[in-house]
């Protein structure tokens, strides 16, 4: 494997619609899923004034990016059409593009036919795949074409079987050779912006996801944005033995090793927290000691 010849030189920006996006500053983005049977907030936000306040109160925190999911991916979750997808993610994003025009916003989809309608029809700046091209052989040339930056995450299996017993013989060089694959088609179809999402959760036991955030560090060999998204998920929840409703503590301090090992995005629920979070792990990481050696 030689990630280093997959991709581009460093990258520290996106480009969503001709704005730059510094991600040499860690950023967050906001989850808001309208689905009704997410694992957290599945059915929380079913109305227009249940939806704005949602969006204003993340925006008021200091959300970065709006990224909306009508499609529930939680371990076993029922599959849906994309009809039904686009049933439910139209009328929000006209809502949100009307109400929040300046908004980034991010949508969660791994269906090609759902990604070219949110782009073309509401502008929609990025794609976040799950699939990373693996559900729909349509998607990668579709972000070549619409030339959006793509959020290509590693998942084993589908949310349907991804928790039936995934295997690794390494999960973290297994996950970089994948990635590796994956980036040289990428930057053969010319792709320019793509973030790399590890998946936790997504085809990976509990011992998979400590090690892969234990090994973050070793993706920057690609040279791209890392996104991380362990939001009150169950590699929390079921070390402390409690409830996802109960996890912000947990979510907080995962997040604080997600950023020391280089992650450029944290996908969050909880928005002040993590904001929060981002300035205290800034500062440590910039901590020097003056007069050392005196």
Not at 70 to 93: F, H, N, Q, T
Not at 119 to 124: A, K, L, S
Not at 282 to 292: E, I, T, Y
């Amino acid at each position: 494997m030689q990630p280093k010849d997959t991709f581009f030189s460093r990258k520290q920006t996106i480009n969503c619609g001709g704005e730059l996006i510094d991600l040499s500053e860690p950023k967050v983005m906001g989850i808001l899923n309208i689905t009704t049977d997410s694992f957290y907030d599945g059915g929380k936000y079913n109305s227009d004034l249940e939806i704005k306040a949602q969006v204003n109160k993340m925006l008021s925190e200091g959300c970065d990016i709006l990224d909306i999911g009508a499609y529930s991916s939680r371990p076993g979750a029922k599959d849906i059409s994309s009809d039904e997808e686009l049933g439910k993610l139209l009328p929000v994003l006209d809502l949100v593009r009307k109400d929040f025009p300046d908004v980034i916003i991010s949508v969660d989809t791994f269906r090609s036919e759902v990604a070219k309608r949110v782009i073309e029809n509401y502008q929609v700046d990025i794609i976040n795949d799950i699939s990373a091209g693996e559900l729909d052989d349509k998607m990668h040339e579709l972000i070549a074409d619409l030339n959006v930056p793509y959020i290509m995450m590693h998942m084993k299996g589908t949310p349907q079987n991804m928790q039936q017993d995934p295997q690794y013989k390494n999960v973290v060089k297994e996950i970089m050779e994948y990635f590796s694959i994956k980036l040289d088609k990428l930057k053969l179809l010319g792709v320019k912006d793509v973030i790399l999402d590890p998946g936790f959760g997504f085809g990976k036991t509990i011992d998979h996801n400590y090690q892969l955030l234990k090994h973050l560090d070793d993706f920057k060999i690609f040279e791209l944005p890392l996104l991380v998204g362990v939001s009150r998920k169950s590699m929390i929840n079921k070390v402390l033995e409690i409830k996802p409703g109960e996890a912000l503590n947990g979510t907080s301090i995962l997040n604080s090793f997600a950023l020391l090992g280089g992650a450029n995005i944290l996908r969050v629920h909880d928005v002040k927290e993590a904001k929060e979070t981002i300035k205290i792990s800034q500062k440590f990481l910039s901590a020097k000691l003056d007069n050392w050696h005196d």
